[in-house]
């Protein structure tokens, strides 16, 4: 979890953003942006945002994949959620690390043309490799200030 604090100031009748941190890591951070916040005598407001990164591997099927030559369309986000990114990961196949849609295809291709698959195993059914696809959705919430006398700094 990380939060972003954002500091506004009056201008005639109207509020102005005037600023908004980087994601902050540490609680003693956000009260530090906090603190020096309110000593600026031209803040009018400050905001409080939580972030939560969720990150989802589900094991698929090669047959799940999408249909090749068809543009991919991200899966639908949950509620106050962003799907800021979506790859795939062979498991049991080193490296292991994040693939497109076409990397994955490939790798699966060069997969299917060695010995194991040529000896009837089946659909990336190589013994320990698993197809994944990841999901990363952000999620963002306002949060009160109340929130900086709960937060343990670790």
Do not use: K, N
Request: hydrophobic share 40%; with cysteine; glycine share 6%.
């Amino acid at each position: 979890m990380t939060w972003s604090v954002s500091v506004y100031r009056r201008s005639g009748d109207a509020e102005v953003h005037e600023y908004t941190s980087h994601r902050l890591t540490s609680p003693a951070l956000v009260r530090e942006h906090v603190d020096l916040a309110r000593e600026r005598p031209w803040v009018s407001r400050i905001a409080l945002t939580e972030h939560v990164r969720e990150v989802t591997r589900r094991v698929i099927a090669e047959s799940d994949l999408p249909v090749g030559g068809l543009p991919t369309t991200a899966p639908p986000a949950p509620a106050r959620g962003v799907v800021v990114a979506r790859f795939y990961e062979i498991g049991g196949s080193l490296p292991v690390c994040p693939l497109s849609l076409d990397d994955v295809r490939e790798r699966l291709r060069e997969l299917h043309r060695g010995p194991a698959y040529a000896a009837g195993v089946s659909e990336a059914g190589h013994a320990g490799l698993r197809l994944r696809e990841v999901t990363i959705v952000d999620f963002a919430r306002e949060a009160s200030d109340d929130i900086l006398s709960t937060l343990c700094d670790a």
